[in-house]
């Protein structure tokens, strides 16, 4: 009656997904995008990428940062990585993210619409 | 520290298993940056933002989880449907009958303090009986209230009826008359106005009820002072009662003062009141029970002549009801609790056979890195929105059901009509089948898949799991033929009420009620002119067989109780010697169908200027002239001598299901004076060869044009009030008819769907013994044998557990032996029929494995 034998693909989305329908990007996943696109990070190194990319301006939090990559994951924009040389023990149990191709295709569009904005600003004189 | 990992408890534990460290991580790195006076205000920070963001993040896995359950459940509709239809059979049924017998045999009743409010009335000396036994004299009211000293206040009153005229069409309504102190005693304030005040010349003052000012004074706030008219009598509306006041009875519609004269005190046989009171304060039921009957035998021992067999029936105004009602509801509330059950039991049939088939989808996300906890929530989430889906699915069902069980709900109670739908009952049964889901359906997965079963390779479902299985299908089968039996003797029983001979013809006749009011009939000749014209043209109306008046129709009218004298017999304790009597026009006979077995009918010559005259019935005759020549006999009836000059068959006065006095039909136009208006021939019957509607238009028409302002009521046929007679039985049995039905075929789908499972799990084997030579036939056997097996397993619990409720619900069998044969040889046939039909399917399927596609596939 059931059908015992079928294996199915586990639930994350397929990754050739548009890169557009998930615009726009919330504000932290921008954000942490940005902060993956020189190299792998883990979570805390994120945290301070960010803040130094915007001098301080942005300070994710704790709770923020890691619902974010929950959702990112679960989108395909990162994936989770074993780091290459860990630099030591500590950073050896660290979870290290790594954009990945969708990540980088999102953020780029993102940036596209966020310019697109800037233009039609400036073109008002709003800025 | 501990403070934060304590607070990310409120993380779902997937996410918590994920980030926990890091997170700690980071704040404890944060702390570290800033100075100590300022670490305060990082900390206020983080836990705000931990219970701001933690319920997102379980809305975010939520999502997901919903989206994910929708996929699954869509690709496996078949069990989708069958999981929601189960639920819903099970939260639906339950939530009905429940809903049902809360509402009548456990919701208090709309009364402050409903619990200290009792009912006296006269009973037996033994005790025995239920509710109102016999009503009270109130010689024996005022004593009983002088007397005792259990009640907080006592008060008395009546049951009558009148013909209201005013407002709209003339009504004939019930009507209370009751005591000053009934109205405060019940605690209910009216809407408008007052209440009856000893004293203040109410004598023609009435209190109206909610409905009745809607309905006849269209809800004019104006009405208070208003006269109306009762019985051709002035009365001024002095208040009305709040819309969910009812008493004693939900069918009063006005109360009137109910007071007491010389007379009426003057003899102790005369009893039409009933008393309603209050227990005072710290006094139980059973003390005032044991007051009331010490007072009683001090009364027999003052007044042996009436007094000496006479005792007090002394109820809760809850309990006022039939114990069938009470019993039929529980039976109902047993049969869905079974129901309930089974339902249980298929769904954890059905979860356990989809975990089985789910392990090896579980073993791989397992293996592709999936947390535990995340499936598990997954599965959770899947098994929840099925419970939610089905239990939604139930409380529809239970809407449509509810009011159809309004013939369970007992009319000698005053609560409303209609039950409702109870809303906790409702939570309850769907806890309960939410638990049962997620319980059954998570454990098994988190248990014994431990989503490391890859190894196992296709080959999945261990023995224990199995018998687990096998033991639920069997408790299946056990609460089906339980069902099945039960509702079988319900049948049986109903079958045998139904072929019971009320001793009248039902088909064909049609009745109304014109009753007359007093003053204006109070002269015996002009009641008669009133039934010679009415009859006479009613007779001559085309297809009208025969057409009579009677003071009250069988069934309907069950009291009209006498006592009579016999020359030359003992005239003592009347009681017991009671016969129904009915006072009627000629014809009245033929119109009902009642056999005239000697002698003749009333006829237009039994004038009151004629020799009084008497007909009786045939166990009238037994009683008291057996073996002898009745005609000619004579009687003596309120101290009038009558000649018997008919006998008639007997009619079941009190209705199918119970004994009745024998009859006694006296003429009508020979009523001594002075005789109370409700002994008046009233019920008008027609039999007639036509249509019933044109019929009622033509005679309604008649009526009016005789008397404008008499009101006809109870319009409807002999065979609705016959079908009245079986109605509550016949809803009982269709519920329970329902739930047996559903009940065998959830058991079938149970029996089919383990074998069905077992045969594809068991392909490889049953392949490998084909390609060894076994016969196609014994493998067919072999699953087959495994079916009946269950069947048996169940079915001998099944058919014991049956025969102890039938002796349980033996009242309401009617005299059907608990144990009858032919009920339990169709149960059990028709168990093993389908349980038959439910492992063929598998059984063939076994037959037709192909040994050489089942060894290929390995």
Redesign the interface.
Known sequence: ????????N??TRAVNKDAESLLPLPAATFHILVALTGEDR???AI?KEVSAQTDGSVKL???????S???ML?QGLIREVTPRAPRNSEDE???YYRITALGRAAAMAEARRLTRLLVLARASGLA | MRVYRWLLHLYPAAFRADYADEMVAIVRMRLGEVSRPARIVVWIAVIVEVIVNAPSVHWDMLKQDLRYTFRSLLRSRGFAATVILVIALGVGANTAAFSVADFVLLRPLAFPDPDSLVRICEGPRTGGGWGCNNQLSPANYRDLKAMSRSFAALGAFASDAVNLVGGGEPRRIAVTPVTPEVMPLLGVSPLLGRVFVPGAGDANAAVISYGLWQSQFAGNAAILGNTINLNGLPYTVIGVMPAQFSFPIRDVQLWTLLTFREQDLANRNNSYIEAVGRLQPGVTFEQARAELVTLADQLAREYPDTNEDTGVSFFRMRDNMSPRFRLMLLSLVGASVSLLLLTCANLANLLLARAAARKREMAVRAALGAAKHRLARQLATEHVVLALVGGAVGVVLAMLVVPLFSTLVPPTLPIAARPELDWRVLALAGMFTCLTALGLGLWPTLRDAGFSALREGARAGGGQKQRIRAVLVTVEVTISVLLLITSGLLIRAVWRVQSVPPGFVAEHAITLRTALSRPEYASPLRRTEYFRRVLGEVRRLPGVQAAGFTSGLPVVVTGLVTGVEIAGQDARSQRNNAVSHRWITPQYFQAMGIQLRRGRDVEDRDTRDAAWVAVVSQSFVDRYWPGEEPIGKTLRHRGQLRTVVGVVGDVRVRGLERTSEPQLYLPAEQIPDGFPANFDPKDLVVRHSGQDEALVAAVRKIVRSVDPNQPISDVRTLQDILAGETATRSAQLQVLAVLATVAVLLAAIGIYGLLAYTVSQRAQEIGVRLALGAKPATVGRMIFGDGMRLALLGIVPGVLAAYAAGRAMNALLFGIAPSDPPTFVVAVGVTLLITFLGSLIPALRAVRVSPMSVLRAE
Do not use: D, M
């Open positions: 009656v059931f059908p015992s034998n079928y294996v199915h586990g639930y883990h979570g805390y945290l939090s704790a709770a923020t940062l890691y619902r990559i929950e959702r679960e149990r660290r979870r």
